[in-house]
Structure formats: structure tokens, C-alpha cells
Nanobody, 124 residues
Framework: QVTLVESGGGSVQAGGSLRLSCAASGYINSIRCMGWFRQAPGREREGVAG????????YAAASVKGRFTISQDNAKNTVYLQMNSLKPEDTAMYYC?????????????????WGQGTQVTVSS
């Protein structure tokens, strides 16, 4: 069992930055991949970025490449999502997730543990 807690959301103007944090606890050694997902009103939950924690390989959705960066701090058992050049279309509830395999970072079906979410709102 892994417990995830997100933080760092808020309201910013377009072009601004936020850094989201996801703190993991519980059976941390079972985690192989962590990802950030988001869900806006009227839209399906979509993958934003993922990281395979053993080798540090990262992935990002086309819509956020060059603007968002996922990273990890093993000492703090925490994964971050640095969001720069934010756009109004980035507005969504952002969720952190973890899984015990290396398959398909961007599929919600592969993840066993989810945080409660943190809201990001970007205004023009």
C-alpha cells in the first residue's frame, strides 16, 4: 500500500510557474513508476508526465513538452512537476499516481495508488 499526497497547486496568471509535489509513504520500495495526470471539467483524465524511478527516464505529453518537467528526490520520497509558461488550458485538477511495473506510464489503468489531487488554475 502506497499513500500519495499532492501539494503546490494554486492560481497563477498565464506565463507563470508552479511546482507540484507528491510525497509518497508506505511501501515505497514497490514503486517503479510515478506519473502526473490532470482532469479538466468535461474532459477525461490525461497523462501529463511520468518518471521511471530506477533509471530516471522521464516522459511528457506533447501538450506540455518544453514547459513541464518531472523530477524526483529519493531522499524525500517525493516527485515534482515543475510547470513553466503556464497556459489557461493547463487549468485542471492534477493527480499524482504510482505503480509497481514499468508498463505504459500514461495509462491510468496501470496505476495502483492515487493522490487526492491539487487544483491548478491559470488565468489570462
Amino acid at each position: 500500500q502506497v499513500t500519495l499526497v499532492e501539494s503546490g497547486g494554486g492560481s497563477v496568471q498565464a506565463g507563470g510557474s508552479l511546482r507540484l509535489s507528491c510525497a509518497a509513504s508506505g511501501y515505497i520500495n514497490s514503486i517503479r513508476c510515478m506519473g502526473w495526470f490532470r482532469q479538466a471539467p468535461g474532459r477525461e483524465r490525461e497523462g501529463v508526465a511520468g518518471i521511471y524511478i530506477r533509471d530516471g527516464t522521464t516522459y511528457a505529453a506533447a501538450s506540455v513538452k518544453g514547459r513541464f518537467t518531472i523530477s524526483q528526490d529519493n531522499a524525500k520520497n517525493t516527485v515534482y512537476l515543475q510547470m513553466n509558461s503556464l497556459k489557461p488550458e493547463d487549468t485542471a485538477m492534477y493527480y499524482c499516481a504510482a505503480k509497481g511495473n514499468f508498463l505504459s506510464w500514461d495509462s491510468t489503468l496501470n496505476y495502483n495508488s492515487w493522490g487526492q489531487g491539487t487544483q491548478v488554475t491559470v488565468s489570462s
